[in-house]
């Protein structure tokens, strides 16, 4: 069996580095069995690739754009709960994902969003990548980012 680590390099994944808080948190926390993390915004080398609501109109983030955030949540996530464990291959199931994507009030497709983060974690961890999940709609996220996403991850 590959560890999480080789299957990140099998995908051509590079978990990025932690991004720092931007208030009054920390990244992550053990508790048990299992990381929690706090919510991550896609970050990239330490900005938001975008801002503003998701939805279908000019001005509106993309929901194609938008599930691609969620997807940079996820890894970001994912290195949050490293920088606790010490070493990601010690992560044994995707417990549970929760996503938060900032919404126009016509905009119904949430879910279809926050399967950015879904997808990648299935193709990180296959069968134990499978979890819970919950997509909210949100009138406004921290730094206006489009989205948010933080997961519950049990470990070794």
Not at 2 to 29: C, D, H, K, M, N
Not at 38 to 61: E, N, R, W
Not at 86 to 107: E, L, M, Q
Request: one cysteine or more; hydrophobic letters at 45%.
């Amino acid at each position: 069996m590959s560890t999480v680590t080789q299957r990140l390099a099998e995908l051509g994944i590079e978990l990025p580095a932690v991004v720092p808080p931007v208030a009054a948190y920390v990244p992550a926390v053990i508790e048990g069995p299992l990381v929690f993390t706090s919510g991550q915004l896609p970050m990239v080398s330490g900005a938001l690739p975008a801002s503003g609501k998701v939805g279908d109109g000019h001005g509106l983030v993309p929901a194609d754009d938008a599930k691609e955030y969620a997807r940079i949540c996820a890894l970001n996530a994912l290195a949050a709960a490293a920088s606790v464990l010490g070493n990601i291959d010690r992560v044994t199931r995707v417990v549970k994902v929760t996503g938060f994507v900032a919404s126009d009030p016509s905009f119904t497709g949430q879910p279809g969003v926050i399967n950015g983060a879904s997808e990648v974690l299935g193709e990180i961890f296959g069968e134990e990548g499978r979890h819970a999940r919950s997509a909210v709609g949100v009138a406004v996220l921290p730094l206006d980012s489009p989205v948010e996403v933080e997961v519950i991850l049990a470990f070794e």
